[in-house]
Nanobody
Framework: QVQLVESGGGLVQPGGSLRLSCAVSGSIFSINVMGWYRQAPGKQRELVADVTSADSCNYVDSVRGRFTISRDNAKNTVYLQMNSLKPEDTAVYYC???????????????WGQGTQVTVSS
């Protein structure tokens, strides 16, 4: 059983900062890509940022320069530092991990339950 538990969401004023965390637990053999997605009301879920096991990072254009993704492989945890937040960043943020349970199995995607981020004055 693989579980992803997110934390760090909340209400923040425009221009403020938040740091999201996502810890992956369970009988995991290895994790490849870890990422953050978001879904605003009435919109499709979109990739915000992801990071490979080699620490190669990818960002959607709208957050590049404001958000930073990082991971701690010893803790199976991925972080999203969000600075200069804007009202349009308001969404439910989901963590996703590409993991496999043993050396013979295929990589699968696992999702967290989501954490609300609201940017408003």
């Amino acid at each position: 059983q693989v579980q992803l538990v997110e934390s760090g969401g909340g209400l923040v004023q425009p221009g403020g900062s938040l740091r999201l965390s996502c810890a992956v637990s369970g009988s995991i053999f290895s994790i490849n890509v870890m990422g953050w997605y978001r879904q605003a009301p009435g919109k499709q879920r979109e990739l915000v940022a992801d990071v490979t096991s080699a620490d190669s990072c990818n960002y959607v254009d709208s957050v590049r320069g404001r958000f930073t993704i990082s991971r701690d492989n010893a803790k199976n945890t991925v972080y999203l530092q969000m600075n200069s937040l804007k009202p349009e960043d308001t969404a439910v943020y989901y963590c996703r991990a590409q993991a496999r349970l043993d050396w013979r199995s295929d990589f699968r995607y696992y999702w967290g339950q989501g954490t609300q981020v609201t940017v408003s004055s």
